[in-house]
Structure formats: structure tokens, C-alpha cells
């Protein structure tokens, strides 16, 4: 009996790390799609950044930020907990020297809600 549960644990992880592999593949693959492209594009599709940083050289830092609030109920029938979790996700484009190109990126924070952002951008390709 212990053995049986313990092999489900260990398929439930697998199944969860391979998810956010998933993830995060896929988000790899979208962001790695803009390198190259001109800034002027990502801001038609995306809109205006949160901030935009000028370094020294003339390069530009363009981030994104996003947040997203769950909620779960969880508890016993007469007594019910409501537990809210919050994921945040940073989305920074770094250009050339020039500002004519998307050189790198760079993301931090939950995989599944930076993934969720770029999917919710308008599509005006």
C-alpha cells in the first residue's frame, strides 16, 4: 500500500516538472521570436512597457510586468477557507546600441503567468 503511494507521488512530480518544462519551452520559444525585430514592433503588438531604462551606450531596457491573483477554496463543508495565491512575471527586452533591434530578454518570476501574458498580448502582426 505505501509502495503504490509512493509511486503515484512520484509520477504526480513528473507530470508537474514536465508541465513547467513545458512552459517554459514554449515561453523561451516565443520571446526568442522578437530577437532581431525591431523595439517599434514589440510595442505596437504588446503596448507601452512599464518602464524603459536608457544605458550608458544608448541600448534600452523595455519591461513588462504582470500579475495574477488565484483563489482556491479548500476546508470542510461547514467551515470553508478561501486561499488566494499571487504570480508575478518580469519580461525584459534589452535593444542594440542603436535601438534598432532586440538583442536579448530576460524573464523572471512564475513561467505560467509570463507565459499567460504573452498569450494574452493582442496578435497585430
Same mark, same amino acid.
Given at each position: @500500500?505505501?509502495?503504490?503511494?509512493?509511486?503515484?507521488?512520484?509520477?504526480?512530480?513528473? *507530470?508537474?516538472?514536465?508541465?513547467?518544462?513545458?512552459?517554459? %519551452?514554449?515561453?523561451?520559444?516565443?520571446?526568442?521570436?522578437?530577437? =532581431?525585430?525591431?523595439?517599434?514592433?514589440?510595442?505596437?503588438?504588446? =503596448?507601452?512597457?512599464?518602464?524603459?531604462?536608457? @544605458?550608458?551606450?544608448? *541600448? #534600452? &531596457?523595455?519591461?513588462?510586468?504582470?500579475?495574477?491573483?488565484?483563489?482556491?477554496?479548500?476546508?470542510?463543508?461547514?467551515?470553508?477557507?478561501?486561499?488566494?495565491?499571487?504570480?508575478?512575471?518580469?519580461?525584459?527586452?534589452?535593444?542594440?546600441?542603436?535601438?534598432?533591434?532586440?538583442?536579448?530578454?530576460?524573464?523572471?518570476?512564475? &513561467? *505560467?503567468?509570463?507565459? %499567460?501574458?504573452?498569450?494574452? *498580448?493582442?496578435? #497585430? #502582426?
Amino acid at each position: @500500500m505505501v509502495y503504490r503511494n509512493i509511486r503515484f507521488y512520484i509520477v504526480l512530480l513528473g *507530470a508537474m516538472l514536465s508541465a513547467c518544462v513545458h512552459y517554459s %519551452d514554449r515561453l523561451d520559444s516565443s520571446l526568442q521570436g522578437w530577437v =532581431g525585430k525591431h523595439p517599434d514592433l514589440l510595442v505596437e503588438q504588446w =503596448g507601452a512597457p512599464r518602464s524603459v531604462y536608457v @544605458m550608458e551606450k544608448g *541600448a #534600452k &531596457v523595455l519591461t513588462y510586468e504582470a500579475s495574477e491573483l488565484y483563489s482556491r477554496t479548500l476546508g470542510y463543508w461547514r467551515r470553508p477557507e478561501i486561499y488566494t495565491q499571487s504570480e508575478n512575471c518580469k519580461i525584459s527586452f534589452f535593444t542594440d546600441n542603436s535601438q534598432k533591434a532586440i538583442e536579448r530578454f530576460s524573464y523572471s518570476g512564475s &513561467v *505560467a503567468a509570463c507565459y %499567460d501574458m504573452i498569450r494574452s *498580448a493582442p496578435d #497585430k #502582426k
